[in-house]
Nanobody, 131 residues
Framework: QLQLVESGGGLVQPGGSLRLSCAAS????????IGWFRQAPGKEREGVSC?????????YFSDSVQGRFTISRDNAKRTVYLQMNNLKPEDSAVYYC???????????????????????WGQGTQVTVSS
């Protein structure tokens, strides 16, 4: 059974850093594209960063995090990471990882959270950026 578990969230001051992890089990991570999404109270879920399967390795970042966040995957450890630097209060949200077996582009994956099956999401980890 496909399972994703996020960790690494917490409270951090503006300008600080956090690294989120998404541990995968129950499927072969190598063949899946992975995305990080976030949802703040009262807002829609948005794609933050997506990375394609190992064959391609292409990456996408939303404009709001470009230059501050990086995404990486360690297929041997079955884990995907989101390194978040220079955090801002507007980055506060619940962060989710999700996977898709087939995508057109990583940008499309990040823009189409609604087509990702319910069972392909983690439970989320809270990130709060506040002084």
């Amino acid at each position: 059974q496909l399972q994703l578990v996020e960790s690494g969230g917490g409270l951090v001051q503006p300008g600080g850093s956090l690294r989120l992890s998404c541990a995968a089990s129950g499927f072969t991570l190598d063949y899946y594209a992975i995305g990080w999404f976030r949802q703040a109270p009262g807002k829609e879920r948005e794609g933050v960063s997506c990375i394609s399967s190992s064959d391609d390795g292409s990456e996408y970042f939303s404009d709001s995090v470009q230059g501050r966040f990086t995404i990486s995957r360690d297929n041997a450890k079955r884990t995907v990471y989101l390194q978040m630097n220079n955090l801002k209060p507007e980055d506060s949200a619940v962060y989710y990882c999700a996977v898709r077996r087939w995508i057109t582009t990583v940008q499309a994956m990040c823009g189409e959270a609604h087509v990702i099956p319910n069972g392909h999401w983690g439970q989320g980890t809270q990130v709060t950026v506040s002084s």
